[in-house]
């Protein structure tokens, strides 16, 4: 990622634009994130993590047996600022429009009546409690995501200063050969191929972390038995493969930034590649984590 604003306003525009070209995703949608990650990586320079001490971590020898350094529910985040973002994006999804625009008043008509707590919301997530989340996708069916959608892009920031901060200590030799983050103990939504040798990383679904994964495995059941895993491209996104793994029956879409000749912005890559979900899902593969911002 460009580290001045202006180089990452420009590649942020430029992703927006091949995602509106693709012309998959509804324009509300992709206009909620045009507005929402710049405001998601503002508080993330501003998130305050209290991060553990050593000794709240995972030993080197559980780290290389395969423990997150610290498991999701006790991952550090800034729940304030969490609870303040909640607010901001759930008038952003107001705004948006459509049938999304119509969950949010929906879900805001609900926290003024008292039946929705985003506290409680915003401590589910990392809970892994799913129940809350069930229930308002039911509620919600023709935006089901919009709850999951909050929880996960208000957490983010605060998620993602912890792990910029954490990642300095795992080990440097850290094995590569578990599927999920090393930090957190989550999966990947995504995976990457970068530098010359066309290393492969991971890029967590719940702390953002990148890291490095092995290269012929399934990241999600560890298969790496090259008899059950095979890979397909589409001759319209060179550089993109999707990995399919017919043990768990779930793929996982891997971008080549090697071939792809750009910087990358996985989040948003992952939105103009979303013809490839569509094409995996419909011969039966599962996508089991959802998009960066939980839709
Ligand atoms: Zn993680
Ligand atoms: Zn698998």
Redesign the pocket.
């Known amino acids: 990622m460009p580290s001045d604003d202006n180089g990452f306003a420009r590649l942020m525009k430029e992703k927006l634009a091949e995602i509106r070209a693709v012309d998959i995703l509804p324009e509300e949608l992709v206009g909620l994130v045009e507005r929402v990650l710049p405001v998601q990586l503002g508080a993330r320079d501003k998130a305050r993590v209290t991060l553990p001490e050593a000794s709240g971590c995972a030993t080197v020898e559980a780290l290389f047996a395969g423990s997150p350094l610290i498991l999701r529910e006790n991952f550090p985040h800034d729940f304030e600022q969490a609870l303040g973002l909640f607010e901001t994006l759930l008038t952003l999804l107001a705004d948006s429009g459509g049938a999304a625009g119509q969950a949010a008043k929906t879900l805001r008509a609900a926290q003024a009546a008292g039946e929705l707590d985003p506290a409680q919301v915003l401590r589910a997530l990392p809970a892994g409690d799913e129940t809350l989340f069930a229930a308002w996708r039911q509620r919600l069916p023709d935006s089901p995501r919009a709850l999951d959608f909050l929880a996960v892009s208000s957490l983010w920031p605060g998620l993602n200063a912890a792990?910029r901060a954490l990642a300095p200590r795992l080990p440097e030799n850290m094995p590569h050969d578990q599927g999920h983050?090393p930090?957190?103990g989550?999966l990947p939504y995504l995976t990457l191929l970068r530098e010359k040798e066309g290393l492969r990383f991971g890029a967590?679904s719940?702390?953002?972390?990148e890291y490095r994964l092995r290269r012929i495995s399934c990241p999600y059941c560890d298969e790496s038995d090259t008899a059950k895993l095979r890979l397909f491209r589409v001759e319209e996104y060179p550089g993109v493969a999707v990995s399919v793994c017919d043990t768990c029956s779930m793929y996982a879409k891997t971008l080549d930034f090697r071939q792809l000749g750009k910087d990358m912005l996985p989040a948003l890559d992952d939105m103009a590649t979303v013809a490839l979900d569509v094409l995996a899902q419909s011969q039966g593969y599962k996508r089991p984590t959802l998009s960066a911002w939980g839709f």
């Open positions: 792990a983050c930090l957190c989550s967590c719940y702390c953002g972390h």
